[in-house]
């Protein structure tokens, strides 16, 4: 089922055009990430799809009913506790959280129920209790910006644990956002990057990922190639699947293009980002 349909969507700030001609689809239960360079517009497209910012032109469309939570920066307030923060912030929503419901979001993100006020808390747990304020709302959906700037390895680790969770336990759909695809290429179907305005690429994440590098694809070639797998500059890169590699070796092959050398990739990040 699909909760997000995004159709040629386009925004600009002032003079300056940050995405053009954005086209994507969520589905639900899916963990989608958006993948790019500081600046490129991750923040924007998330703002946009929340409704927080209005777009140029273009379509976003929400299936009916759906609960959007967001985690867009670290807002809490220092001299509550978690609780206390969690029962404020909740009762300008539409449901003011029970006692038990702020409990359970607490016990849900690993924080202690205590009187400790934020402050006090490490930068982790303010993530964590960031991660609770999202979930406030019982949302169907959750869009995570760059959630783990600032964590440490274990951190991070935790963190995808509960993101995890969330989709397991709470069939919540998840879109996250990360400057850094090694970081949430563990979690994700499939993710989304945004490289010079445009959302180029489309991957679902498989075991291996072969990249065959070319000395050259001319745009035609390309455009038939991105159907089906990620041409970045001379790299194709493709799910490990017989029936698309057989494809990607008969259209390569009619082209008469030179295969330089083919390699099994581990870290998308030497191909995908720089
Ligand atoms: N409200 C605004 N008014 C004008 N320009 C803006 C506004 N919001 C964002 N921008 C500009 O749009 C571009 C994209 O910003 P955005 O915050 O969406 O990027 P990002 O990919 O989330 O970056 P980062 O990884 O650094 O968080 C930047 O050049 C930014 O300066």
């Known amino acids: 089922m699909t909760l997000l349909k995004v159709e040629k969507l386009f925004k600009q700030y002032g003079s300056q055009v940050v995405i053009e001609d954005v086209n994507f689809e ?12 500081n600046g490129c517009g991750k923040t924007t497209l998330m703002k946009l799809i929340l409704g927080l910012a209005s777009p140029t032109r273009g379509n976003i469309e929400k299936k009916e009913g759906v609960k959007f939570g967001f985690l867009l920066d670290c ?4 001299f509550l506790s978690g609780a206390e923060n969690l029962k404020l912030i909740g009762s300008y ?9 702020v409990e359970k979001l607490l016990e849900f993100v690993g924080l202690p129920n205590d009187k400790r006020k934020v402050k006090d808390y490490s930068f982790g747990m303010k993530q964590r209790l960031s991660l609770a304020l999202a979930m406030l709302e019982e949302p169907d959906f ?6 783990f700037v600032g964590l440490d390895p274990v951190g991070v680790q935790s963190f995808i644990e509960y993101i995890q969770k969330i989709r397991s ?3 919540v759909t998840v879109l996250i956002s990360s400057h850094q695809l090694s970081e949430i290429e563990g979690i994700c179907d499939y993710f989304l990057v945004i490289k010079d305005r445009k959302l180029r690429r489309y991957l679902e994440i498989s075991q ?11 745009d035609k070639v390309r455009t ?3 159907n089906f797998a990620i041409v970045e500059k001379n790299v194709v890169l493709i799910a490990n699947d017989d029936r698309m590699l057989s494809e990607l070796f008969r259209i390569i092959s009619k082209a008469r293009l030179t295969i330089l050398k083919v390699t099994v990739e581990k870290n998308l990040e030497n191909v995908f980002v720089r």
Do not use: A, H, M
């Open 208 to 218: 291996s990922k072969l990249c065959i590098w070319l000395s050259y694809i001319p």
């Open 224 to 226: 038939v190639l991105s």
């Open 75 to 78: 807002k809490v307030f220092e």
């Open 142 to 147: 959750l869009i995570l910006d760059e959630p």
């Open 169 to 171: 336990q709470l069939g």
């Open 26 to 37: 969520i589905r639900s239960g899916e963990i989608v990430g958006l993948v790019g360079r």
């Open 93 to 101: 929503g539409s449901n003011r959280p029970s006692v038990t419901r």
